[in-house]
């Protein structure tokens, strides 16, 4: 007598990726947009995944660039050198990032499985991009309340980690939990979002080779269903073709830029009045010199 839920599926293709292409030059920051974040997917067998996207108040999103930084770590290796590999990737990385002469506010980096240790290592080191580990979770066992030692969570994720250090401002570790269903169904949605409306996501100017691999990774899991529980937490079921690495990135992109409480819920967007994006712009300048540090 009690039939579940299901929400309607999200059926996100690659041409619906590619009509988001707008005139733009690759790297530049159209105006209205107040955050950038650079976002990394960690796939060391194969390659870092990165996106730099930009963000509006209102919850609008550009994607500036797109790479893959080809890498191939074997998984022989013993800890001490794989974490001197992947650390060795990342500083290249952030070198790179460096040379696109964009200002960046943060680096999310995946930090999920094996390489947590050497991505929250390298966080707490690197002078180069303020960076912080992020760790997705699935919608059904992504819990803000569990082993958050500073805050609630804001928008489906939760900043983690050793609370003295944070109010000391150190290099203690921190990291961010995630809900990576919810985050990605938002890239979907904002995909979906007609061009120029709230809350769309749009791409620099390039033709359909440039973003080809891009355009297919974005759509490469779609989701067939989400059945809501009576704890209040929902059961995604994706369909899911490999590889889908900029997806995971473009949605990490936006769980950072929630961690910069620019979209609040990072979920839906809202309509801010020009007095309150000014006073909103403002304290985010000023949070940014401590951010993830």
Sequence with gaps: MSPKRMEYKLDVTAKDVLLKVIDSPWLTVPEGYILTVASTDLNVSYGLTTVLVSFKVDGSAHVIWHDIQQCRIPSTLTQAEYNQQ??????????RL?????????HAIDGSGIPFDCVTSFCRTTKKIPSCAFLGRASHVFNPFVRSKLRDAIGNTVLCGDAQAHAGNSLGIRYVFWDADKYKMAVHKAILAPAGSIGALTIFAGDSKEHSEFSLQLCNEKILSIQ???????????????????????AQAYAACTQNNILGTGLAAKTITPSKA??????IRERRKTQFR
Excluded: S
């Design 86 to 95: 992947v650390y060795a990737q990342l500083d290249k990385l952030q070198d």
């Design 98 to 106: 460096l040379a696109l002469n964009v200002k960046i506010d943060c």
């Design 228 to 250: 809501h529980k009576q704890d209040g937490r929902d059961f995604f079921t994706w369909k899911t073709r490999e590889p889908h690495d900029f997806l995971d990135a473009v």
């Design 278 to 283: 000014q006073l909103l712009a403002k304290l």
